[in-house]
């Protein structure tokens, strides 16, 4: 009888123990599934000053199915979401805040396909400028290596998503180069960093003048970090167009470790 109950103890302490390994990595894991993360980093460049202020959100929509009570606003995630394997089709719909001067229709916008595979992850851009008469929206779809980096480490991939940036180098305030002569929808994937808290810069390539400038960037060890420059490099559009709309730094974590566990 008690080599029946120690057996039971050892068997309880290994799921126990397996189960505490799953969680220090701070990934949620579906087996057998595709993990989507939609972000959206399209914005209203309308150089109509009547259309120049609506803010306009996106609904994405995933084989028809729409998850979110509310639209994603630029220049927001609405973070990894799973589903079968096999040809995802996606549709971003635009949706009006109530705030949205003047008002107008909401709509689709755009539609595409693309192939998943199971335990994959994927991150898809709403990238481009949002408008009332023209919408120049396209997706950029990118599979996520979301592994992770070596003991003591983080890692980054840094994207210009900015319209009419130019190439831009994108550095930190201590003169880490993370990225060089980005274009627009380029991309320096998944690469090795320290740990640590950075002021990124964003500066013309080749050049030493700061567009713009992001400080407190926390980069954890054993997690994953995308930085991404959006929005408009100034003069905007309009006069009215949202100052939020002007060229920014944004990042958010793709897989996340909490350091102090």
Known sequence: MRTIYAFTLIIIGLAVLTA???EIVGLGEEKDKAKILFVNAAFNASPDPNQAPREIAIYPYYNGVQFNNHPIRFPWTNGYKAFLPGTMNMRFDTAQSQANDPPGPAGKVLE???PTQADKYYTVFAVGTLRNSAHNLEALIIEDDLSLPSPGKAKVRVLNLSPNAGGIDVVTSTGITLASNLPFKGRRDFFEIDPGIYTVQ??????TTNL????NVIIDPASCYTIYITGWRPPLPSARTFGGYSLGIQYHANRWTNPLK
């Open 212 to 215: 713009v400038s992001r400080g």
């Open 112 to 114: 595409f396909s693309f």
């Open 20 to 22: 505490c390994q799953k």
């Open 202 to 207: 964003v500066r013309p390539a080749g050049t």
